[in-house]
C-alpha cells in the first residue's frame, strides 16, 4: 500500500538511526537504497539529489531539499505560512499528533508555498512534504495551495507544484475532500488569466491530490518510478481480486497510457522547468532575431 | 434520532429510491444520452435531458442497481472514467445550450480497477471538479444516498447542494475510514459518528444548503412526498439562479467552495 511504502521512504530520510548500536555512529551517515541493496555514503547522495548514484533511484526529498534543489539560492520567499492546521471534525487526538510531529519533521505542514526564481525566472511554487502526514491534503494544505494559485494569477506568475500525496486528509473528513473543488476551481481561474501550470508528481501522488489539481497542469512532469494514480494498488487488488501488473501505476504506465507528459529526472529537472517557463514567456520585440 | 451508522445503512438500502426513480418522478419527457465519445458508455451513470415542467434540463445521476443483477450491470453505481467523462461532455451541451444541471450522487466511490486507473481515474476526477466550477449555467446538486469521496464530488460541485435527511456524504466509507485511522474495520460505528458524514453534520459545517426531510413512514412508502418537496426546491432555486447574471452565478460559486477552510 502507498501508505506503507512511505512509510518505509520515511524512515531512511528521517530515522538513519534505526537499528543502529551505540558503537556504529557511522551508520547514521550510510543508507541503504531500496532498490539495488547497495549501500551509500550519505553524503553522496545528497551531493546527487538525493539520486542512487548506483542505480538511479530517486529518493524521496523533503521539500527543503526541493526547495533547494529548484530555486536559485536566496529567492524562495514563503507564502501563507501562516496557515495552519485545523480540525473540523475534532477529531480525537489529531491536533495532538500534528504538534507532535511539527516537533520532528521541522514542517508546519504537509506544503510549503512561495515564490522564488528557476534560473532567474520568477515564479510561485509549491512543494509537498510526504514527511508530514503522508503529504495528505487536509484544509490547511488546500487553503496554502490555493493561496499559492491566487498569488501566481495575482502577481501574473507560472506556477509550479510538486506533489508528494496519500491524498486527502482522513483526520479532517469531508473538509478534505472539499479542499479538491477549491484548488481545483482555483486551477480553473488561473488557466482562465492564461497563465501557465506545471504539476510535478513525485513518489508517491495518490488519491484527491491526484483527482484534483495534480492531475490538472498545462504540462505534467513525473520523476522516474513514482508511484502515480487515484486509488491505492492495495485496494484494486482487493477489490477486483487479482494481482496487479508489474508496472502499474508507475510514472512509466502513466506516460504509456497518455496521462503525464514527460519523465524527467531530478538532476535535469530545474533546467527543464525553466526551459518551459520560458517558452511560455512571450519575448520582447527587441529580442526577436531578425 | 437515528445514529450515523443506522444512517449509513439506511442510504445503501438496495430498495432506496435510485437516480433513476427521482428523475421519473420529477422530470418529464427524459431522453437518456449515452457515451464519453471516446471510450464507451458507462451504465453506472445515466445521463440525459428532460423538462423539469417548462424548463428544459441536463441531468447526471450516478446509477445503482434495485437488485443484485441490475447491480452488477451498473458496477454498484462506481463509475470508471468514462461514466465522469460522459457526465461531463452532456454537462458542457448544457452551458452551450444554457441548459441548468441537476445531479444525483448516489455512489460507494470510483471503482478502483485495473481499466479504471490505464484510463486515469484521477484525470476524469479532476477535470470535473475543475470544470464544474466555470460552467456557466446553474448546477445543483442533490445527494440521494451515499455520496463517497472524490467519485461523489465528481459530480458534486454545484450552486446548491442538497442532501436527503438520511443520506450520507464522507471522504470515504466508514468501514475504509476505520480501518487506515483505527486500524479496524469492525469499528466502523464509530467511525460513522466521528466522520461527520449525516446531512445535519454537513449543513452543520455549512458544506451544504439545505436539507430534504424523509417521510416518517420511509422513502419508499412515501416517495410522492419527497420528490414533490425536492421538486419545489429544485425549481425554485433554479430560477433564482437563472436571475443572477453569469459572473455573478460564478462568483458566488467560487467564493462558496474558496472559504472551506
Ligand atoms: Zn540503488
Known sequence: MVIDKVKKLNEIETKPHKNTKASDMLVGKWVKCDKCKEIIYKEELHNNYSVCPNCGKHFRLSSRRRIKQIADEGTFKEIAGDIITKDPLKFEGYLKKVDILKEKTKLDEAVKCGTCEIEGQKAVIAVMDGNFLMGSMGSAVGERITIAIETAIQQKLPLVIFSVSGGARMQEGIVSLMQMAKTSAAIAKLNEAGLLYISVLTDPTTGGVTASFASLGDIILAEPEALIGFAGPRVIEQTINQRLPKDFQKAEFLLEHGFIDKIVERKDMKHMISTLIKFHTPTPKSEVKK | ?261
Open chain 2, 1 to 261: 434520532m437515528k445514529t450515523a451508522w443506522e444512517k449509513v445503512q439506511i442510504a445503501r438500502k438496495i430498495d432506496r429510491p435510485k437516480s433513476s426513480d427521482y428523475i421519473n418522478a420529477i422530470f418529464n419527457d427524459f431522453i437518456e444520452l449515452h457515451g464519453d465519445r471516446n471510450y464507451g458508455d458507462d451504465k453506472s451513470i445515466i445521463a440525459g435531458i428532460a423538462y423539469l415542467d417548462e424548463i428544459p434540463v441536463t441531468i447526471i445521476g450516478e446509477q445503482k442497481g434495485k437488485n443484485a443483477k441490475e447491480n452488477i450491470t451498473r458496477n454498484f453505481g462506481m463509475p470508471e472514467p468514462e461514466g465522469y467523462r460522459k457526465a461531463l461532455r452532456l454537462m458542457k451541451q448544457a452551458e452551450k445550450f444554457n441548459r441548468p444541471i441537476i445531479t444525483f450522487i448516489d455512489t460507494p466511490g470510483a471503482f478502483p480497477g485495473i481499466g479504471a486507473e490505464e484510463r486515469g481515474q484521477g484525470e476524469a476526477i479532476a477535470r470535473n471538479i475543475m470544470e464544474m466550477s466555470n460552467l456557466k449555467v446553474p448546477i445543483i446538486c442533490v445527494v440521494i444516498g451515499e455520496g463517497s469521496s472524490g467519485g461523489a464530488l465528481a459530480i458534486g460541485v454545484g450552486d446548491k447542494i442538497v442532501m436527503l435527511e438520511n443520506a450520507i456524504y464522507s471522504i470515504l466509507s466508514p468501514e475504509g475510514f476505520a480501518s487506515i485511522l483505527y486500524k479496524d474495520a469492525s469499528k466502523s460505528k464509530i467511525a460513522a459518528s466521528e466522520m461527520k458524514i449525516t446531512a445535519n453534520d454537513l449543513k452543520k459545517l455549512e458544506l451544504i444548503d439545505e436539507i430534504i426531510k424523509e417521510p416518517k413512514e420511509g422513502i419508499t412508502q412515501k416517495f410522492e412526498e419527497i420528490t414533490s418537496e425536492l421538486k419545489k426546491y429544485i425549481k425554485t432555486n433554479i430560477k433564482d439562479l437563472q436571475k443572477l447574471d453569469t459572473e455573478m452565478l460564478l462568483v458566488k460559486r467560487y467564493e462558496k467552495f474558496r472559504k472551506i477552510y
